[in-house]
């Protein structure tokens, strides 16, 4: 059975991705936070893939990599520099070290964001991140693009949509990804033979979709969820927004500075007063 490393294993894609894998492979799990659970047959190593030293450590002999470690929405960009940019760095750097070949990259729809709801977009549009977020998800397309042609690494970007059982508004009608169509598409990212560098996008079968999936329908993936039968239901209570919001893919992302982080870090203990 291989090994596969899952970083950010404590996050919510995390959790749901851990939980359709479980059986099919062993699971080394890591993350700077705690496990609320830890399942049998994994495997948790606390790291900070900030640190080389940590991503070293957590890459050594797994055959393959989900690299979800990292900064999950728009925020400051000392969080985005540290986890999305110096950590992509370090664990695309150590897997190339400890010869590991093949690194899935959950890349996002933020990283083209800044499309229009009006255009259906395939995998080689130019990026149009909305965000500093969605720029640090280019930054990891351009990196995996670089170890796959430089070192002959196998790199498999899926631009996630919104993973969650069912569609939460009207943009994640467009962009549901259901946890088992998830673990569709990173299976066949972990198996496929002879990947060198793609990008397809990690989303269900949905009618409203605004991409055109082809590279992954090529590869095999066969999406079973499609958010449409949710879809008056979520229309129903959906609330007008932000115009330009509303005119992007990438909603909110396009204008606002920060969206609340759904897995903060841990806060760092404050040292205690030495008494005079
Ligand atoms: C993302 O890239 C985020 O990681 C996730 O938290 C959601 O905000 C998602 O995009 C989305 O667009 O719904």
């Given amino acids: 059975m291989k090994t596969i490393l899952i ?106 964001g800044f499309y229009r709801r009006d255009r259906t977009i395939d995998h080689r549009v130019y990026p149009k991140p909305d965000s500093r977020y969605g720029v640090s998800k280019v930054f990891g397309e351009a990196l995996g693009s670089l170890y796959a042609d430089k070192y002959g690494m196998e790199v498999f970007c899926m631009r996630i949509g919104n993973v969650n059982p069912v569609p939460i508004d009207k943009r994640r009608l467009s962009i549901l990804f259901t946890p088992r169509d998830l673990a569709q598409l990173v299976t066949i990212g972990i198996e496929h033979p002879g990947i060198r560098f793609e990008i397809v996008y990690g989303i269900s079968r949905n009618k409203r979709a605004w991409y055109d999936n082809a590279n992954a329908l090529r590869l095999g993936y066969q999406p079973i969820d499609d958010s449409e039968k949710w879809a008056a239901e979520v229309l129903a209570k959906e609330k007008p927004g932000d115009p330009t919001a509303e005119l992007y893919q990438g909603g909110m992302f396009c204008v606002a500075e920060e969206i609340p982080n759904p897995a903060p870090l841990p806060k760092k203990k404050k040292a205690k007063k030495k008494r005079k």
Wanted: proline share 2%; hydrophobic share 40%; with cysteine.
């Fill in 7 to 112: 970083t950010g294993a404590a996050g919510d894609v995390g959790t749901h991705l851990r939980r359709e894998l479980a059986g099919k492979y062993v699971l080394r799990v890591s993350d700077l936070r705690s496990l609320k659970k830890i399942n049998k047959e994994e495997q948790f190593v606390r790291a900070d893939i900030s640190k080389m030293a940590d991503a070293l450590r957590i890459t050594r002999g797994v055959d393959a990599i989900v690299h979800l470690g990292g900064y999950s929405v728009e925020g400051p960009w000392e969080g985005i520099l540290n986890a999305n940019i110096i950590g992509c760095y370090n664990v695309f750097e150590a897997a190339r070290r400890n010869g590991v070949k093949r690194i899935l990259f959950p890349t996002s729809n933020h990283a083209v």
